[in-house]
């Protein structure tokens, strides 16, 4: 072309323009500068991300500081957290604890925790029904939490060819609309499973490639480790 370079063009969503831009109100932080760093600024809103890893690595606690932050956000406090626990996890001792620790009196604690809706969930059917009512209930959600989605799809796993797969990907639908629907950052926690001696979130290859990013999770002898290990956004390194 008249010995000019032919100039190449990359489509762009104002989504994907909000996020180069670092729009703050488009991440929930965890409330640690270093692990937020470590997560690429926060997570995203609009987006499925899994926390992965085996039991006691903090999967849980991360979760509870992506609670707690987003309820000490002043910027948010018109927004509500869905906390979906399918083993008996979730301890709102635990998150009050965090919220004073920020310097919060039990009063104002006490106050923030009422934005939090717990729904106890023991399988399949039961989380598609909070899914179903959260999508009604008319609530601005900008953080749902599945505490864990291992747990609670974890007869879809066993029953894959025999009408498992067709629930995974009912779920999968009903997540994605409801990130895109609220603009909500929806969370999730595994666990892992070994395939001729190599780790691998539990679930299966549907539920792998459903999410936009995973981190996995470890802990060392005298700390914890977290690395993003899948991203539709980021290089994986």
Request: net charge negative.
């Given at each position: 072309?008249?010995?000019?370079?032919?100039?190449?063009y990359?489509?762009?969503?104002a989504f994907?323009?909000?996020l180069h831009?670092?729009?703050p109100?488009?991440?929930l932080k965890?409330?640690?500068?270093?692990?937020d760093?470590?997560?690429?600024g926060?997570i995203?809103?609009?987006e499925l991300?899994e926390l992965?890893?085996?039991?006691s690595?903090?999967?849980?606690?991360?979760?509870?500081?992506l609670t707690?932050?987003?309820?000490?956000?002043?910027e948010m406090d018109?927004y509500d957290?869905?906390?979906i626990?399918t083993n008996?996890?979730?301890r709102s001792t635990?998150?009050?604890?965090?919220?004073?620790a920020?310097?919060?009196?039990?009063e104002?604690?006490?106050?923030l925790?009422?934005?939090?809706?717990?729904?106890r969930v023991y399988?399949?059917h039961?989380?598609k029904?909070v899914l179903?009512?959260a999508?009604?209930?008319?609530k601005?959600f900008?953080?749902i939490?599945i505490?864990?989605i291992?747990?609670?799809l974890?007869e879809?796993a066993v029953t894959?060819?025999?009408?498992?797969k067709?629930?995974?990907e009912d779920?999968i639908?009903r997540l994605h609309?409801?990130?895109?629907?609220?603009?909500?950052a929806?969370?999730?926690?595994?666990?892992l499973?070994?395939w001729?001696?190599?780790p691998?979130p539990?679930l299966?290859?549907?539920?792998?490639s459903?999410?936009h990013?995973?981190f996995l999770?470890a802990?060392l002898?005298?700390?914890?480790?977290?690395?993003?290990?899948?991203?539709?956004?980021?290089?994986?390194?």
């Amino acid at each position: 072309m008249n010995g000019e370079e032919e100039l190449t063009y990359e489509q762009e969503s104002a989504f994907d323009l909000f996020l180069h831009l670092k729009a703050p109100w488009l991440r929930l932080k965890c409330g640690c500068t270093d692990v937020d760093e470590m997560i690429h600024g926060g997570i995203i809103r609009g987006e499925l991300t899994e926390l992965v890893g085996s039991i006691s690595v903090g999967k849980t606690q991360m979760c509870l500081s992506l609670t707690a932050s987003m309820l000490l956000d002043s910027e948010m406090d018109s927004y509500d957290v869905l906390y979906i626990d399918t083993n008996g996890s979730f301890r709102s001792t635990r998150l009050l604890n965090m919220l004073m620790a920020r310097r919060h009196n039990i009063e104002g604690a006490a106050k923030l925790l009422s934005r939090v809706v717990v729904a106890r969930v023991y399988g399949e059917h039961d989380l598609k029904k909070v899914l179903i009512a959260a999508e009604k209930c008319g609530k601005e959600f900008a953080l749902i939490i599945i505490d864990s989605i291992g747990a609670a799809l974890a007869e879809t796993a066993v029953t894959y060819l025999e009408g498992g797969k067709e629930i995974q990907e009912d779920i999968i639908v009903r997540l994605h609309r409801l990130a895109h629907s609220l603009g909500c950052a929806v969370v999730s926690t595994n666990h892992l499973v070994y395939w001729n001696d190599c780790p691998a979130p539990s679930l299966g290859r549907k539920w792998n490639s459903a999410v936009h990013s995973r981190f996995l999770m470890a802990k060392l002898p005298e700390s914890y480790y977290i690395q993003l290990i899948r991203s539709t956004r980021y290089e994986v390194v």
